[in-house]
C-alpha cells in the first residue's frame, strides 16, 4: 500500500475511534556496505529498512506505536497499541502535534551523481584504496578494517492539522584502519572521508593520509606523567565534544542530568569559543530542513563567545522551560520516541592551522585519538580520564610518539582553558565536529 492511502485510512479509523490530533512519520533507509581484505570481499551488504510511527492524542494522552508493514492489518494494530502506551503516559508528559512553522528552507541534501555511483565503481574504489596502502611502505602488513559505506534516508511527516513535509539525504564515507610493524613494536592508525561528491575521492590520498599516520606512531617513548598544556587534534577534539554534547540538551537541564542547568546568560567557556548548531550544512550528517515534530530547523548558537545562550529544545521541554523550540526534536528512527537532539553541532573554527598550533607551543602534548570515552567520562560532572595516542612537542615542533597516555580534566574546565582554535574543522564520521583546540594545561599519565 502506498504511504499516502495508508495515512489516509490511519487517520479516519483514528478519529473513528476517539483520537483527536494525529500524526504519520515514514523513514526508509537504504544501505549499501563493502569490506575489503587483501583484495578479496571480506563483509558485503545490501539493505533496507524502514516503517512508520504513528503519534495521536487520546483522553489527553499522547499515545505511540510503529510498523514496518504499510497494509490494512498495520491500521488497527496501530490504533490498539498507541491507546495502551497512552494510558501509562505520565499526567505531566504533556505532548502536542504541531501544526507547521510559517515558513521552511528548501534545502537540498540529497545527491542524484552520488546516488547513480554503480556498486562495482564503490568495490573497486576500495580495492583501490587498500591496494595503495599496502604498497606505501614494506611496515604496513594489513588493514583491520578498509570499508566503503553509502547511506540514503528519505523522511516524510504529515498529521490532521495539514501539515505534509519530506526531507531526503545521502551521503558516503571510506574507513580505513591501517596495521604496521617495526621488528616488535605495531601501531595501528584509522582514516575516514565523508562526501557526497564520489568523483572527488582519491584512492591514493586517503591511502597516503592512513599510512603517514599509522608510521608516524612508530618508535613511541615515555614521557614523564604530568599536567601539559595540550593540543587536542580535530578529530579528538571533536569526539570529546560529542561525549558532552548532551549537556546542551534541555531534556537534561531538565532532568537534572547537566551541570549546565541554570546556566544561560553566563561564561562557561574562554571568550574564543563559540559552539553553533547549523542544520543547513551541505556535508552535514545532521541537516535537514524540519525537525521529528516538524518543526522549521534554523541556525543556532548556543555558545557564542564563552557565554551559553540556548539550550537545544524540542516543544515539550520548551513548554517546561517557559520559552520557543528551537527545532530540535529528534526520532533516532522510526521505531524512537520524539527527543531532543543536534542537527550539525561544532565549535566555530579560527583561523590557525594545527601547524601554526603547534609552533606555539614551548612544550606540550598533541593529541591525536581518544578511546574509552563512554566507560572514562561521566557526563554529569563533567570529569573524564580516558585513554589517548599523540606526540610529545616541545619548542613548537613535534619530537617523537608517546606510548599510551591517559588525560584526565573536566570537560567544562576544558571549555574554560581554550587557549587557541584551529581552522580545521572536521566531523569524525558523527554530526558533531570541531577544529584543533589548544588547551591550558590537562593532567598526562603515562603507564
Same mark, same amino acid.
Given at each position: 500500500m502506498r504511504i499516502q492511502e495508508f495515512q489516509v485510512k490511519l487517520f479516519e479509523e483514528a478519529a473513528a475511534i476517539g483520537f483527536s490530533d494525529v500524526e504519520i512519520y515514514f523513514e526508509r533507509k537504504e544501505v549499501f556496505g563493502c569490506q575489503i581484505f587483501k583484495g578479496v570481499i571480506d563483509q558485503y551488504e545490501i539493505a533496507e529498512d524502514g516503517g512508520v510511527s504513528f503519534r495521536g492524542i487520546i483522553d489527553g494522552k499522547m499515545g505511540y506505536a510503529y510498523t514496518e508493514k504499510l497494509d490494512d492489518a498495520s491500521i488497527p494494530f496501530l490504533l490498539k497499541n498507541a491507546k495502551e502506551n497512552a494510558e501509562f503516559m505520565p499526567d505531566e508528559d504533556v505532548e502536542e502535534i504541531f501544526a507547521g512553522s510559517s515558513?521552511?528552507?528548501?534545502?537540498?541534501?540529497?545527491?542524484? @551523481?552520488?546516488?547513480?555511483?554503480?556498486?562495482?565503481?564503490?568495490?573497486?574504489? &576500495?580495492?583501490?584504496?587498500?591496494?595503495?596502502?599496502? @604498497?606505501?611502505?614494506?611496515? &604496513?602488513? %594489513?588493514?583491520?578494517?578498509?570499508? $566503503?559505506?553509502?547511506?540514503?534516508?528519505t523522511k516524510s511527516l504529515s498529521n490532521n492539522k495539514g501539515l505534509s513535509l519530506s526531507d531526503q539525504m545521502n551521503y558516503l564515507y571510506v574507513m580505513v584502519e591501517a596495521i604496521v610493524k617495526d621488528g616488535e613494536e605495531t601501531k595501528t592508525s584509522f582514516e575516514f572521508k565523508v562526501t557526497k561528491d564520489f568523483q572527488s575521492l582519491d584512492a591514493k590520498e586517503i591511502a597516503k593520509r592512513a599510512a603517514e599516520e599509522a608510521l608516524s606512531q612508530l618508535g613511541s617513548r615515555n614521557i614523564t606523567s604530568k599536567d601539559y598544556p595540550v593540543l587536542l587534534r580535530n578529530d579528538a577534539a571533536a569526539s570529546l565534544l560529542a561525549t558532552f554534547s548532551d549537556n546542551f540538551s534541555a531534556e537534561n537541564t531538565q532532568a537534572g542530568l547537566s551541570s549546565l542547568k541554570n546556566k544561560l546568560g553566563k561564561q562557561i567557556a574562554s571568550s574564543m569559543v563559540t559552539i553553533v548548531d547549523d542544520p543547513f550544512l551541505e556535508e552535514g550528517l545532521g541537516s535537514r530542513n524540519f525537525d521529528s515534530e516538524g518543526v522549521a530547523t534554523e541556525k543556532l548558537t548556543l555558545v557564542e563567545s564563552g557565554v551559553l545562550q540556548s539550550f537545544l529544545h524540542n516543544l515539550k521541554t520548551a513548554k517546561k522551560d517557559q520559552t520557543v523550540t528551537t527545532g530540535h526534536a529528534?526520532?533516532?528512527? *522510526?521505531?524512537? %520516541?520524539?527527543?531532543?537532539? #543536534?542537527?550539525?553541532?561544532? $565549535?566555530? #573554527?579560527?583561523?590557525?592551522?594545527?601547524?601554526?598550533?603547534?609552533?606555539?607551543? %614551548?612544550?606540550?602534548?598533541?593529541?591525536?585519538?581518544?578511546?574509552?570515552?563512554?566507560?572514562? @567520562?561521566?557526563?554529569?560532572?563533567?570529569?573524564?580520564?580516558? %585513554?589517548?595516542?599523540?606526540?610529545?612537542?616541545?619548542?613548537?615542533?613535534?619530537?617523537?610518539?608517546?606510548?599510551?597516555?591517559? $588525560? @584526565?580534566?573536566?570537560? *567544562?574546565?576544558?571549555?574554560?582553558d581554550v587557549e587557541k582554535i584551529g581552522s580545521d574543522l572536521t566531523f569524525p564520521l558523527s554530526p558533531i565536529g570541531s577544529p584543533s583546540l589548544l588547551i591550558k594545561s590537562l593532567s598526562v599519565t603515562v603507564e
Open positions: 515558513s521552511y528552507e528548501d534545502r537540498h541534501f540529497f545527491s542524484t @551523481a552520488l546516488n547513480e555511483v554503480t556498486i562495482p565503481e564503490k568495490i573497486q574504489f &576500495i580495492k583501490d584504496v587498500e591496494r595503495e596502502l599496502l @604498497a606505501m611502505d614494506p611496515r &604496513i602488513v %594489513a588493514t583491520d578494517y578498509c570499508l $566503503i559505506r553509502t547511506t540514503s534516508v529528534q526520532k533516532d528512527s *522510526y521505531k524512537g %520516541a520524539v527527543k531532543v537532539g #543536534p542537527s550539525n553541532l561544532y $565549535i566555530l #573554527p579560527l583561523e590557525s592551522s594545527l601547524e601554526e598550533l603547534v609552533s606555539t607551543m %614551548a612544550e606540550g602534548v598533541l593529541i591525536t585519538s581518544l578511546s574509552g570515552l563512554h566507560s572514562g @567520562a561521566n557526563q554529569v560532572s563533567g570529569d573524564f580520564s580516558v %585513554a589517548a595516542n599523540g606526540f610529545y612537542v616541545k619548542d613548537g615542533k613535534v619530537h617523537f610518539p608517546v606510548n599510551l597516555m591517559t $588525560i @584526565a580534566g573536566n570537560f *567544562y574546565q576544558l571549555l574554560t
